[in-house]
Each structure stands twice: as structure tokens, then as C-alpha cells.
């Protein structure tokens, strides 16, 4: 069996147009895989968690009985190592009822809002 002459260059046609369909979509269309859109989505479920969290834990450390003075104490730490450190020995970045600190992430923000306050 014989195929026409313009078989070929048809079939060269429709392999670029889908490469180039695929390359357009990517690029400029917003397309992703279903593993890049799950990561971003954690991503963000997770700056969620530390913006909701973060406000809780400036309010325990200002409850605590001896709050100006531990305050200046955070203050005189200078690296924020030490200050997240300092957030996560206090139990201030673990949420009611757990003992332990949620993110370290929330910690973090939390020291940093806590250093930014004064």
C-alpha cells in the first residue's frame, strides 16, 4: 500500500503542532503537573498555618505573669536562632492544648514579631 506524498509533512506537522501546543501551554497558559500544584498548595497551606498561629503565640508570651521582664530578655538575645530557640523552649508556639511546637516556622514568626513589637 502507497501513501500519498503529503502523509509525511502532515504527520511532521501535527508532531510540531502538538509540541508546540505543549511548550505554549506550559509557558504561557498556566498548565501544571499535579505534583507541582500539590507542592504549591502545601506551600501556601502552610504560610496559612503560620499566619493564623503566630498571633496566639505573641498573646501567650505577653500573658505570662512575667511578661516585660521575659521580654527583655528576648530582646537581649540578638541572633533569631536564639530568639526561635527561646519561643520554642517556652512552650509560647505550642497551641492550646499540645505540648509540643507546631512549626517551627510558627516560632520563627513569632520571634520575629515579638522583636519587631519593641
Known sequence: ????????????????GALACVVVGFSWLGWEFSSTAEKQ????AEAAVVVALTPICVAKFHEQADAP???AEFNKVSSSWD????????????????????TSAVAA???EKLGSAT
Open 109 to 111: 514568626a513569632c520571634a
Open 41 to 44: 498548595a502545601n506551600q501556601r
Open 1 to 16: 500500500m502507497e501513501l500519498p506524498s503529503a502523509t509525511k509533512p502532515a504527520a511532521w506537522g501535527a508532531v510540531a
Open 83 to 102: 530568639r526561635r530557640s527561646l519561643i520554642e523552649k517556652g512552650g509560647w508556639a505550642a497551641m492550646p492544648g499540645s505540648t509540643t511546637t507546631t
Open 69 to 71: 521582664a521575659k521580654l
